[in-house]
């Protein structure tokens, strides 16, 4: 089977400080990676993508990632979060022309 | 990147009424579309993907009969919940990607459906 874990539901953290959001993925075969960030009422924008290569991925306002093919992770992190940064974040993987999104985590970033 | 446009961002319509939803792809040729539905604090479901001048794949337990899905052009397709009720509420959100698209999905911006 198929799927994406994120294991946090939300997180909450203070401004300026790093955080984490965590997400693993199922599959039998190759995938290409995703994290996306939704913000209130609307649709998803991409926050950056692993498709092959160097393991480490470098986003959109700060965000990076690591795909861990043995441990089957793609987290996310930022050194240092602002305000703005509040929002659904949402890790995907992408197979037989279908996405398989994770069931999002919560980022709350409080002052 | 590419830009997807849904409309309406919202829209509220009466219970055994039918509401149509928009998605283009305004700078590219969309040959595959996705229509996603979110429930509150949930992820995306998948409802059905669209390719152009064919009939929509539905997932499980999505009712063709009642999510009618149209992609006529490469850069529209159509969502039209037929007969809606209050269940049907939710936010629509959909996605296109262009030829030989399996690295990258451009979302729309969403609509929030409210049957009353």
């Known amino acids: 089977a198929q799927s994406v874990t994120q294991l946090d539901s939300q997180v909450p953290v203070f401004e300026e400080a790093p955080v984490e959001l965590r997400c693993n993925y199922s599959?039998?075969?190759?995938?290409?990676l995703f994290w996306y960030v939704q913000y209130p009422n609307q649709g998803l924008q991409l926050l950056l993508k692993?498709?092959?290569?160097?393991?480490l991925v470098k986003g959109i306002n700060g965000f990076e990632a690591e795909f861990n093919k043995s441990q089957t992770s793609f987290h996310l992190r930022k050194p240092s979060v602002h305000i703005s940064d509040t929002a659904e974040y949402f890790c995907a993987f992408y197979n037989f022309n279908k996405f398989y999104f994770g069931s999002g985590t919560k980022l709350n970033v409080k002052p | 990147g590419a830009v997807v446009s849904q409309h309406p961002s919202r829209v509220i319509c009466k219970s055994g009424t039918s509401v149509k939803i928009e998605c283009r792809s305004l700078?590219?040729?969309?040959?595959?579309m996705f229509w996603y539905r979110q429930f509150p604090k949930k992820s995306l479901m998948l409802m059905a993907t669209?390719?152009?001048?064919?009939?929509?794949?539905?997932e499980q337990g999505v009712e063709k009969d009642k999510f009618l899905i149209n992609h006529a052009s490469l850069t529209l397709s159509t969502l039209t919940v037929t007969s809606a009720h209050p269940e049907d509420s939710s936010f629509y959100i959909c996605?296109?990607?262009?030829?030989?698209?399996?690295?990258?999905?451009?979302f729309g911006q969403g609509t929030r459906l409210t049957v009353v």
């Open positions: 692993y498709l092959s290569g160097s393991t």
């Open positions: 996605s296109a990607g262009d030829r030989g698209m399996n690295t990258e999905a451009f």
């Open positions: 669209s390719n152009e001048g064919s009939k929509a794949t539905y």
């Open positions: 700078d590219f040729q969309a040959t595959t």
């Open positions: 599959s039998s075969v190759s995938v290409y």
